[in-house]
C-alpha cells in the first residue's frame, strides 16, 4: 500500500519491448540504499515490482494490460513520480493508495492563480462516481483533495458529471511531475478505495448465495 506522497522524481532511463511487454530501468533523482529485490514501487501512481538495482536505478517490468491501461508514461527521458511502499512506522500524510490504477484522465485546462494553479481534469466516465467534493483521489500517484465536481450532488453546475477540479500549491508542483501538465496531459487515475468498497457493500447487502447442485435433495433425504 501507499500514500500518495510522493518522495522523490525519477528519470525513465531505458526501455526494452519484448513481445509487446516492456522492462523499464528508472533512475531516481537520489537512489535508495536500502532497496530490495521484490519490493513494491509506486511509478506515476502504478504500483510495479523491482526486478534488478544497482547504484544508479531499478528495474521494472510492464506486462501489456498494464500498458494499455495507464497513461503513456514509459518514453526514455520521462519524468515520473515515485513513492516506495509504506511501512508500519510511517506517517500516514495522504489516503490509501492501492497503487492499482482505475483508469486513465485527461488535463483540460490549467490556470495560474495567487499561490496557487487551479486544474480541471476529466476522468473515464465509469470513475464519476467516486468522485466528491473535498474527497480524495490520486492522480499520476499524488494524493490530491478534489475540490469541485459536477454532475447530481456535485459543487459546480457548469462541470459535466465526470469532470472535477484541483488547487495545487506551490511545493507540490516542486515535488512532483505536476509542474509539467498541460491541456491533454493523460494521467493515471485511482479513485478512494472507501468509496469503492462502500459501493461493494451496498450492492452485496440484498444478494443472496446461489444454493449448491444437490444441496436441497441431500437436505430432503436427511431429513427423511
Known amino acids: ?29 537520489e537512489m535508495w540504499a536500502d532497496l530490495s529485490l521484490g519490493e513494491s514501487v509506486a511509478v506515476n501512481g502504478t504500483c510495479l515490482t523491482v526486478t534488478a538495482w544497482d547504484h544508479a536505478g531499478f528495474t ?4 501489456r494490460e498494464t500498458l494499455a491501461k495507464t497513461a503513456p ?13 509504506m ?4 506517517r500516514f500524510g495522504g489516503h490509501v493508495v492501492s497503487g492499482h490504477v482505475d483508469g486513465v ?11 496557487a494553479y487551479t ?8 470513475l464519476a462516481r467516486y468522485l466528491v467534493p473535498k474527497g480524495s483521489v490520486t492522480v499520476d500517484g499524488v494524493s490530491l483533495t478534489v475540490v469541485d465536481v459536477g454532475g447530481p450532488a456535485g459543487s459546480r453546475a457548469d462541470l459535466r458529471a465526470d469532470e472535477f477540479t484541483l488547487w ?16 491533454g496531459t493523460q494521467v493515471n487515475l485511482e479513485a478512494d478505495q472507501m468509496a ?12 443472496t448465495p446461489p444454493t449448491p447442485e444437490g444441496a436441497g435433495r441431500d437436505a430432503q433425504q436427511v431429513g427423511a
Open 1 to 29: 500500500m501507499f500514500t500518495g506522497i510522493i518522495e522523490q522524481l525519477g528519470r525513465v532511463a531505458r526501455t526494452v519491448d519484448t513481445a509487446g511487454n516492456l522492462t523499464v530501468t528508472i533512475e531516481p533523482n
Open 60 to 63: 521494472v517490468d510492464l506486462s
Open 73 to 85: 508514461h514509459w518514453q526514455d527521458g520521462h519524468r515520473v513520480n515515485l513513492e516506495r511502499a
Open 87 to 90: 511501512t508500519a512506522q510511517a
Open 105 to 115: 484522465g485527461e488535463v483540460l485546462n490549467v490556470e495560474a492563480r495567487p499561490g
Open 119 to 126: 486544474m480541471t481534469l476529466r476522468a473515464p466516465a465509469a
Open 168 to 183: 495545487l500549491v506551490p511545493h507540490t508542483l516542486d515535488v512532483t511531475t505536476l509542474h509539467t501538465w498541460a491541456a
Open 196 to 207: 469503492k468498497y462502500a459501493e461493494r457493500l451496498l450492492l452485496m447487502r440484498d444478494w
